[in-house]
């Protein structure tokens, strides 16, 4: 029997399901099916008084019989579906479609619907024997309509025992082969202060962390730290939710590798995260509660999340929500909900998470050419999936749509500060506000007219929901301060993303660099060049030495076969950041010879976008540069880089944020990051994987910038560090009168410009070159003016780098404010000129000089292992007496082998020891148990790929145990040696566990 303070848990919990949410609780009488544990009668009277015309049109055939008859085809129908799939499609019974639940109705048009909503019956009882041969029992159990929903194992802290322990003893060591471990869609361990849940209780692995935060807190005086499971979690309203919008079917795979291997991905279940949940809801709440009270839409919300949060998840969730939304007047509040993303992210990740929301159905769309999302405009398709670039390609022909100006629209945007910055942001939020009327700017309209336009610009028909794991000032200035927050603090503490910032082997990179002799330099040389842009240009220089790349590749070579290869199960991969394309390819040509000469079966790849070799002018592409046209039929780079032929990728920009690859464990900086950018970065190596553990994990620094890289991770642990700070309106106007009162150009001259610029805009559509004539004298008269009143190099920059700043500034404070037209229009003029004043010869002038220095001397300086003083300390504790799978490990035939290698071998007792506890780590790895179990018939895999596979493990094992002399001695590597003869055991053990 459970303790006493597990009862009294276990006691508030019913109360407060049987008092706040009105559950009827069950008694024994209600019991008459210890087979599927269905409560009949209340799956027949909520059928007979919801859809009493189905349930007499079932009757006029099976009269007496009618009730068998549906729980017949229930049973039957369970054979081949998961229960809540019966529920969410509906049950036929010989022709007849029956609703097994009622959703809560997105509008209140239909009085019958609200009330079929609230004659669903909600059950539940606690300490439930549900198996008449033991006296196994479950502490409470959830029923829908009689059909069991939800399973819950309750322990007390107070009394030693935490929710991992309510896993192993209350649903790993069962039968769970009864139905009661099979028909629910979801499986609860909790205690009395954190949360697990699964939708498959067959593995530890299964169970994911269901908390509210951090540190539970109880919301309500009185209640316990895990509230928001039993207030909000298991409410009726959240109940009906899950099986509605929420639960996700993800159907099984199968393929066969060219080694012959079988491998199987079973069918799954995906329940929402805690934090997926709260912020989807919640949001979807406040955008009603928003409409109900001011009648518009014109909101703004910020989600962030960290890393590993599920974004792509939940913001289909969201979409979902938001799109069956009604207002407390019962209009739809959204026609349209656009998803905005990154094109690799569309392309791979977010379409494949989308796709399974099958329940949507045609609902959701993705573009794949530019019309596409003109077209699923016209059409008002439901949810459209887009990118940025997508979007602005066609935005003309958007523009022309005057229908569009009463359409109202979610923007559903990832990863906000790559989206909302700058012109892109900007030209999407004005498609919407100018109500299908052409941009001000390129308007022949009358100066009152324009600026009346621009007077009436607003957001009342939209919501914008933005997305980021990072944000920035700007991001919340636009959007405001975090709706809601999981941080990557708790990402990490709750194992889904590993913590990459705990430490960082650094070099620095020296270098001295002086004229040749050849040269003699002029008495101007380096006073035309802004002095930041020459350091650049100095350091591009020793960071692209042939001598120092040559060294670093050999360092990168050298750490990645001493602390990468044998990460992830052997197939550990690492990124190499190049600090330019130039410098890229020649890491690329020295690793790969590298790796030729040492006859590695791995090989490197080089992501880069083409372009064209300042040297030699020569085309470079990726696709020759990596062969992927001849060696592999024109496939992606990140695809052929998924091979394990591949363990080495070098980037230059590509990849450096945005790229999802879960066997990366290594990375090597070759160019500085900071801020936002450095989090971006280092965390390609923080996705998980069944294989890779948080001492895998390798950065090395070669510009010897780890401080900062901590400072930045460190600054967004815990979430947005930023406050919401209204933008300052006056700064365009006070920055544009002290442009103007630079007295270079008059107001006057700006105009002139501005209105022979778009001319020359409007002529060239027409392919009409009149205006352009004249815009090109123009060109040379402003130069002209320029010169003459800044004669000066450094007040040419200084004037330059006000139009610099006024250009950056307008594209952000222009989200917010209506300007005044002569500022408004002055972009214009600022864009142009800050290209045009100061002619780009210069740069190949600079060019010229940096030819005729030379790096005299270089060296790679190593720092040693730096490490974050504020790293992540520990994950959340887990109780588990058994780790890293569902069963303890087969100790009979480890051991039977443990005497056979003792008696040939005659080793001590201290290495018996080790060798059992290999024996029985491997035995445990998730990964192997599976393939092996779902190959066990296949001899062919067992023999030339498992056992392979498993004596590797084995290494690793004497290898973290820092064993390295029995790996050089013959009795255990030799053919049939003690490692050969652990493998085997291994797999036998395995096999004979089933």
């Known amino acids: 029997m459970p303790s006493n303070k597990e009862i009294l848990f276990q006691d508030h919990i019913c109360d407060f399901l049987e008092r706040e949410h009105e559950y009827i609780l069950l008694g024994r009488d209600d019991f008459t099916d210890k087979e599927y544990h269905i409560i009949e009668k209340q799956l027949v009277s909520f059928i007979r008084t919801t859809q009493p015309d189905k349930y007499e049109s079932i009757k006029e055939n099976f009269r007496d019989d009618t009730n068998l008859e549906i729980i017949k ?18 049950l036929f019974v010989k022709g007849t479609k029956i609703e097994l639940y009622k959703p809560k109705p997105r509008s209140a048009t239909s009085t019958s619907q609200e009330e079929n909503y609230h004659r669903n019956i909600v059950s539940f009882t606690k300490e439930y024997y549900y198996n008449n041969l033991t006296k196994e029992r479950i502490d409470l159990i959830i029923w829908l309509n009689g059909l069991p929903i939800i399973v819950i194992e309750l322990k007390h802290e107070d009394e030693g025992q935490t929710c991992e322990d309510a896993i192993f003893e209350s649903f790993l060591t069962r039968d769970l082969s009864n139905e009661i471990y099979k028909m629910p869609f979801l499986f609860v361990a909790a205690s009395n202060t954190e949360v697990k849940v699964a939708t498959d209780p067959v593995s530890e692995k299964n169970f994911r962390w269901f908390n509210a935060e951090l540190e539970n807190k109880a919301e309500t005086e009185g209640e316990y730290p895990i509230e928001h499971l039993y207030r909000h979690a298991l409410s009726k309203e959240n109940i009906v939710k899950y099986i509605e ?19 199987k991905t079973p069918s799954f279940t995906i329940f929402p995260r805690y934090h997926q949940l709260r912020a989807s809801k919640l949001l979807a709440e406040d955008v009603k509660m928003h409409v109900g009270k001011n009648k518009v839409l014109g909101k703004k919300y910020l989600i962030n999340h960290s890393a590993g949060s599920g974004k792509t998840l939940t913001i289909a969730w969201m979409a979902d929500l938001l799109d069956s939304l009604y207002s407390v007047d019962n209009e739809k509040v959204f026609d349209n909900i656009i998803i905005l993303t990154d094109r690799r992210s569309l392309d791979k990740n977010v379409k494949d998470d989308l796709e399974m929301f099958t329940h949507l159905g045609n609902k959701i769309n993705f573009t794949k050419r530019a019309g596409d999302l003109a077209m699923f405009l016209d059409k008002n398709r439901a949810i459209i ?6 979007f602005g390609h066609i935005q003309d022909k958007l523009q022309s749509k005057t229908d569009l100006q009463s359409r109202k629209v979610a923007f559903l945007i ?13 030209k999407q939020r004005q498609y919407f506000n100018n109500q299908g009327e052409v941009d001000p700017e390129e308007s ?19 919501v914008f929901v933005a997305f980021t794991a990072t944000t920035t000032p ?6 405001g301060e975090p709706f809601d927050t999981y941080s990557e603090e708790e990402a990490i503490k709750e194992g889904y993303i590993l913590d990459v910032a705990q430490n960082i082997i650094s070099y620095e990179t020296l270098y001295n660099l002086k004229f040749n002799d050849e040269y003699i330099p002029k008495q101007k040389d380096g006073k035309d060049f802004p002095s930041g842009v020459v350091s650049k240009a100095l350091k591009t220089i020793a960071y692209n030495d042939d001598d120092l790349i040559q060294y670093k590749s050999e360092v990168i070579v050298k750490l990645f076969e001493e602390k990468v290869f044998n990460t992830v199960n052997c197939r550990g991969k690492a990124m190499v950041i190049a600090s330019s394309r130039p410098a890229g390819l020649k890491y690329f040509h020295n690793i790969k010879t590298i790796l030729q000469e040492k006859n590695t079966d791995y090989g490197v790849l080089f992501a880069f976008s083409d372009y064209i070799d300042p040297e030699t002018n020569e085309s470079i592409e990726e696709i020759k540069v990596n062969q992927l046209d001849s060696l592999h039929n024109n496939h992606a780079i990140e695809d052929v880089f998924d091979l394990d032929d591949y363990r080495i990728l070098v980037v230059a920009n590509k990849f450096q944020t945005g790229f999802d690859q879960p066997l990366l464990a290594a990375m090597f900086l070759d160019k500085p990051v900071n801020g936002v950018n450095a989090i971006q970065t280092v965390s390609r190596l923080n996705r998980k994987h069944i294989d890779k553990e948080q001492e895998d994990i390798l950065v090395v620094d070669f510009t010897n910038n ?12 815990k979430g947005s560090p930023h406050k919401e700070k209204e933008p300052n309106k006056n700064v365009l106007p006070e920055l544009y009168k002290r442009i103007i009162n630079t007295g270079v150009f008059t107001e006057e001259e700006i105009q002139t410009y501005i209105l022979a610029y778009l001319d020359a805009e409007e002529e060239a559509k027409r392919r009409e070159s009149t205006a ?4 090109s004298n123009k060109n040379q008269e402003y130069r002209s003016i320029f010169k003459s009143k800044l004669p000066k190099i450094e007040d040419q920059k200084e004037y330059i780098g006000l139009l610099n700043r006024f250009v950056n500034l307008y594209y952000f404070i222009a989200q917010f404010f209506v300007l005044e037209l002569k500022v408004n229009n002055f972009i214009v003029f600022a864009e142009v000129m800050s290209n045009l004043l100061i002619r780009k010869g210069k740069t190949s002038e600079l060019k010229q000089l940096l030819k005729n220095i030379d790096l005299t001397k270089g060296a790679v300086k190593y720092h040693g292992l730096k490490a974050n003083m504020h790293k992540v300390k520990e994950k959340r504790k887990t109780g588990l007496k058994t780790s890293n799978g569902n069963y303890s490990p087969p100790r009979t035939t480890i051991e039977e082998a443990l005497a056979e290698i003792e008696q040939k071998y005659q080793i001590n007792r201290t290495d018996a020891i080790v060798i059992k506890e290999i024996c029985e780590d491997v035995s445990r790895h998730y990964d192997i148990r599976q393939k092996i179990a779902e190959n066990k018939d296949n001899e062919n895999y067992l023999k030339n790929s498992a056992e392979p596979k498993v004596r590797r493990e084995v290494r690793r094992g004497y290898e973290k145990r820092d064993l390295w002399e029995k790996l050089e001695d013959p009795i255990y590597i030799q053919r049939g040696g003690i490692i050969s003869l652990m493998g085997k055991t291994i797999i036998k053990a395995i096999l004979s566990t089933g």
């Open 73 to 90: 085809s229930l049973k039957e129908g369970l054979a081949n579906k998961k229960l809540w799939l019966i529920m969410r499609d509906g």
């Open 245 to 263: 919008h929420y639960l996700v079917f993800v159907p099984a795979k199968e393929k066969i590798t060219d080694d012959g291997q079988l491998i």
């Open 385 to 390: 999936v887009t990118t940025i670039h997508k």
């Open 414 to 426: 990832d990863e906000a500060h790559r989206s909302q910055d700058g012109k892109m942001a900007l």
């Open 444 to 462: 022949d309209d009358t100066e009152n007219e324009i600026e009346e336009k621009i007077k009436h610009l607003n957001t009342n028909n939209q």
């Open 474 to 479: 700007k991001t919340v200035s636009f959007f």
């Open 706 to 717: 780890s401080d900062k890289i901590f400072e930045a991770f460190n600054k967004h642990r």
């Open 772 to 775: 352009d004539t004249i815009l």
